[in-house]
């Protein structure tokens, strides 16, 4: 029987940090999370910078509609959710619902990336091309940037699927587990400031 | 005549007028024969399986050490190369050596080559082969990550050199400012080279940097606080910290340009509302940090190299660490020191010339410490000492030049005069390639387990030296006379004759200077002067406890650290025993397999940037196809580790003489 403050260390301590190989991949892993800050704080900039650099082409203003970005928003908003309760899952030692919610979180990425796409492409078909303005190649880049982090995202969770299907809940794939949701909370923060810094001020 | 125009189209991309050059079609012909040469030499003595076995799919962080500092020797030759052409196109007025395009070729391979492909390497090659050691621990962090790190560097630096031969070779400078290196100014494939081969290197050091702060920050012996940490570990941490915020300002940079080029977008064109200076903030934001990055592990170096040769504990320790970290910060507030002219307005060149002249102070600080480390102790002339004394008033001069030329009025007259030529190679090469030069031979005997020869070393360096100062003295002069740099000649009559054949017969002398290491190298390989105490210099720290080469696994037993300086203190007490193992206190030792995965992913990236370069876009996309495939290889192959039995930890150490009788 264990005292009650071992189940409570139990509990604050996961398997993944407990282990000393692990726990230095995590750490290395938030290391790697601030040079991808810097990555993101170096277009945002050149973004900032460009905005109103429009040339002959459309303004924010023009470009932006709400609807489709708002639907985006939400859909990666339900993601980060799902994707914590893939490790909350996983915690309470549950691979069945890790599995599942993983799966819900990499399906809800994948409808994203096709919105956004399909608001590009629809961009593009109405002759915005990047080489248009300064503005446009700013926007394109930085949104593709995180747009392409979610894609490598969700390749990284088919993998994870697979492995957590085949290996069970080791503490390499919980730390792997942990990880992604890492990397999939970062990239929610970055769209959180996307959606305010390109979208809102760009229809406002 | 009917030729395949597919085939005729492919020669003209491949072998355009510049890379049909007689002295290019000579080096051609020079290198398909040393590669033929080492093909047949490796097959006779039937080396491969060894080469791969040993050195390709090592995880090993010494051997990645010797790797990259063998790298970095042949990029060193490479860009010296290049110093002694631009150098003999300058000799005399009206000089036509080489064509103005190939002029510009040159020079912008030199610094590129020097810069990304010389120092950092051999930077990251001391990094390797002390770091682990001194900090008492058997590898770093992410041994197959370090390996990543190493074959990125090495299929990058492939990858910009190759470009002379195949496609032409980039030439708007090592910053590659846009609107130069635009499409529209710069067709041809050189650009692009520029942009792939540093953006995959590029990837390789940040990982690297990842690996070592990591390293640094986990994997220190017990006992050994921050505190009692030797300098050249925590230059390694800080250096690390500097790359991770500096190398994807780099990667944005380049990006976009690649973007411009390869894709059109209007990033830094004149066209459309972009904007040019944006990539000169975003370069140099990464640009001034480099320097740092640069010059903080020769910081490190000398901080070992100094104590050790005057039998002193280092002076100002905490001092030491602490300008290390004031410099780190303020490198992130002097970027725009690089372009005062281009309009800023005066407060913000104030803020920016104030914030260079602030890090001249923890700079001297460092200097009075080595000085304040030798007053007093026993001093040795060795090989890396006497590079350390060449350096102290190479780098005075360096940094009281930097600090005029921060002076925002008078920088008007110097920018981008042959006086800030001087100047930043007064540090980079008084500074950078002085303190890598000197931790080459000192920590030479414990990468490779034999010295290199004293007294060649001694002439190699003297005669270095004194090619230095006569090369770049004149040349602050030649700026103050009004000699711009990149100029590919200049007419008589301005005074500049006589100051330029001087500074070219000083290149020629360095470039002797160089020859003799290299002999000296080979020389010593040929009679080696064995180290068969592990510490030949009689040093300080831990890596000198261990016997030379380490064994793989480093320490049969992790020491238990007291003070800093350990190994002296061990020395001094009589523990010395203490790193010896004895039956029941060896364990068996997990260390991590050899893996071929970090070449394929380096070489899956060559691919495809070879594909961007040439803009053929299936060849990229099958690159990026074997990333994906060579990273889902490495996640899914149980990266496992093996054993190194208790048997055999006790034999080696045995035979080593470091059992416990």
Not at chain 2, 58 to 80: Q, W
Not at chain 2, 177 to 197: H, Q, T
Request: overall charge neutral.
């Amino acid at each position: 029987m264990s005292t009650a403050t071992e189940t409570h260390r139990s509990v604050a301590r996961p398997p993944e940090f407990e282990d000393t190989h692990e726990s230095i991949r995590i750490l290395g892993f938030w290391i790697f999370l601030t040079t991808d800050v810097v990555l993101f704080g170096s277009l945002f900039s050149v973004y900032a910078v460009f905005r109103n650099r429009v040339a002959l082409g459309p303004t924010p203003h023009q470009l932006f509609s709400m609807g489709p970005v708002l639907a985006e928003t939400l859909i990666l908003l339900t993601s980060t959710f799902t994707c914590s309760l893939s490790l909350y899952a996983a915690r309470s030692n549950r691979l069945k619902g890790a599995v599942a919610w993983l799966t819900v979180t990499l399906l809800l990425g994948a409808s994203f990336v096709f919105l956004e796409i399909r608001e590009f492409a629809g961009d593009v078909m109405a002759g915005h091309t990047w080489h248009q303005s300064a503005f446009l190649s700013g926007f394109f880049t930085l949104v593709g940037t995180h747009g392409s982090h979610v894609t490598i995202g969700i390749a990284w969770a088919i993998m994870l699927v697979l492995q957590l299907m085949s290996g069970g809940l080791t503490v390499t794939n919980r730390r792997k587990l942990y990880t992604f949701t890492l990397y999939w909370h970062f990239l929610d923060i970055v769209w959180i400031f996307l959606f305010t810094v390109v979208y809102l001020l760009g229809i406002a | 005549m009917t030729m395949n125009p597919w085939i005729l189209h492919l020669m003209k991309r491949l072998f355009p007028p510049q890379v049909l050059l007689p002295d290019i079609i000579g080096i051609d012909i020079g290198l398909t024969i040393a590669a033929i040469a080492a093909i047949v030499f490796l097959t006779k003595t039937k080396r491969w399986g060894w080469l791969w076995r040993e050195w390709i799919t090592t995880v090993d962080h010494k051997k990645i050490g010797i790797m990259y500092l063998l790298a970095a020797l042949v990029m060193l030759f490479r860009g010296g190369v290049d110093a002694l052409m631009i150098r003999t196109q300058l000799i005399a007025p009206h000089q036509h050596f080489m064509s103005a395009q190939q002029y510009d070729e040159v020079f912008t391979t030199h610094g590129t080559v020097m810069i990304f492909f010389m120092a950092m390497p051999m930077v990251f090659a001391l990094f390797n082969a002390a770091v682990p050691l001194m900090i008492g621990a058997r590898d770093v962090a992410f041994p197959r990550l370090n390996a990543i790190s190493f074959w990125l560097f090495a299929f990058g630096a492939i990858l910009l050199n190759i470009s002379f031969s195949i496609g032409g070779s980039p030439d708007a400078g090592w910053m590659s400012y846009p609107p130069y290196s635009e499409l529209m100014f710069d067709p041809g494939v050189g650009e692009n080279y520029f942009l792939l081969s540093l953006q995959v290197a590029g990837i390789g050091t940040i990982a690297t940097g990842i690996n070592f702060l990591v390293t640094v920050l986990r994997l220190r012996a017990p006992g050994m606080t921050l505190t009692r940490m030797p300098i050249f570990a925590w230059s390694a941490l800080i250096t690390s910290s500097l790359i991770l915020f500096a190398f994807p300002p780099l990667t944005v940079a380049l990006g976009l340009t690649m973007l411009d080029r390869i894709f059109g977008a209007s990033f830094f064109t004149l066209g459309h509302q972009g904007m040019p200076m944006m990539y000169a903030n975003l370069f140099w934001i990464f640009g001034h940090p480099e320097v740092y990055i640069l010059i903080m592990p020769p910081f490190g170096i000398f901080s070992e190299v100094v104590p050790t040769f005057s039998k002193k504990p280092l002076f100002g320790y905490e001092a030491m660490v602490a300008s290390l970290l004031a410099i780190s910060i303020l490198s992130y507030g002097t970027w725009v020191h690089h372009f005062f002219e281009m309009g800023a307005g005066p407060g913000v060149n104030s803020f920016f010339g104030l914030s260079t002249m602030l890090i001249a102070i923890p700079t001297g600080v460092k200097m009075f410490n080595w000085i304040f480390t030798m007053w007093g102790g026993r001093i040795r002339i060795t090989v890396p000492m006497l590079w350390q004394l060449a350096f102290v008033p190479t780098f005075v001069v360096g940094g009281a030049t930097g600090v005029m030329l921060a002076t925002v009025p008078a920088d008007y007259q110097y920018h981008n005069s042959y006086f800030m030529i001087a100047h930043f190679h007064n540090v980079i090469l008084g500074g950078t390639v002085f303190g890598l030069l000197s931790g080459l031979y000192y920590w030479w005997p414990k990468m490779f387990g034999w010295k290199l020869n004293h007294r060649q070393g001694v002439w190699a360096c003297l005669l270095f030296v004194v090619g230095f100062w006569l090369t770049f003295m004149p040349q602050y002069f030649l700026g103050f006379q009004g000699m711009t740099r990149r100029m590919s000649s200049y007419p008589p009559g301005l005074g500049w004759t006589a100051l330029n054949f001087w500074s070219t017969i000083g290149a020629y002398v360095m470039g002797v200077g160089f020859l003799i290491m290299v002999y000296n190298i080979i020389w010593s390989r040929i009679h080696p002067d064995w180290d068969t105490t592990g510490d030949p210099w009689d040093a300080r720290t831990l890596e000198w406890s261990l016997p030379s080469p380490a064994p793989e696994y480093n320490f049969a037993r992790i020491p238990q650290v007291h003070s800093r300086d350990e190994w002296w203190e061990m020395k001094q007490e009589g523990r010395t025993d203490e790193v010896k193992i004895s039956e029941k206190t060896v364990h068996a030792i997990h260390m991590p397999r050899n893996t071929p995965m970090p070449v394929l992913l380096a070489l899956a990236f060559f691919v495809g940037s070879i594909g961007m370069v040439f803009e053929w876009f299936w060849l990229a996309i099958l690159g990026g196809l074997g990333v994906v495939a060579a990273l889902a290889y490495g996640s899914f192959a149980n990266y496992s580790e093996k054993e190194i039995s208790r048997d055999t930890i006790l034999q080696t150490e045995a035979q080593l003489g470091r059992l416990e009788s």
